[in-house]
Each structure stands twice: as structure tokens, then as C-alpha cells.
């Protein structure tokens, strides 16, 4: 796992578990969940690279370290959906107010 995508792992963690705490919801559970739909979404795409994209990725370094954070990238965006639709769901479950 190169730095970038560590970093971001990182970042996904504090980040859920930050939001999870703003909405009164589980953190842990909530960091968790963004963890693996990060790993997932990377692993996925890190192996999707390995396999259509070996020439580009080895022919220069520049190239082969641009090629190699779009995993990181897929993986964040993928937390920031995942992250939205645990937002949408705890805003409609009934308050324990009612």
C-alpha cells in the first residue's frame, strides 16, 4: 500500500468516526464500515490496475506513481458515498425524543 493510500485509511477512520459522533450514531461501527468499503473499493481497483495497465504503470516512474494513487482516489471517493448514505439513513430514523 503506497503512503497516499495509508494516509487516506487513515483519514477514512478519524473521518467516519467524527460524523458517526455528529449524528449520535455508533463511531466504531461507523469506522468500520468506511475502513472496509475504503479496502474494498481499493483492493479492487489497485488489483484492476495490475491487470490492464502493467505496460503503462512500468514504463516511467512518474507514470507508474500517478497510475498507482488512483486506487486511493477510487477508495476516498468511494467513502465519501458510503459515508453519505449512512448520513441519509441515520437522518431518517425516528429521534429518541418522539
Known amino acids: 500500500m503506497l503512503l497516499l493510500a ?3 485509511a487513515v483519514a477514512v477512520v478519524i473521518w467516519f468516526y467524527l460524523a ?3 449524528h449520535k450514531q455508533p463511531p ?10 475504503y ?3 481499493w483492493g479492487l481497483t489497485y ?6 495497465l502493467p505496460a503503462a504503470v512500468t514504463r516511467t516512474m512518474v507514470m507508474g506513481f500517478l497510475v498507482m494513487q488512483i486506487p486511493a482516489i477510487s477508495g476516498a471517493f468511494a ?3 458510503i459515508r453519505g448514505k449512512l ?12
Open 87 to 98: 448520513i441519509a439513513d441515520a437522518a431518517n430514523l425516528p429521534s429518541e425524543t418522539e
Open 28 to 37: 466504531i461501527k461507523w469506522a468500520i464500515i468506511g475502513l472496509i468499503g
Open 20 to 22: 458517526a459522533q455528529a
Open 47 to 52: 488489483g484492476l490496475i495490475h491487470i490492464l
Open 79 to 81: 467513502a465519501y458515498v
Open 39 to 41: 479496502l474494498l473499493v
Open 6 to 8: 495509508k494516509i487516506l
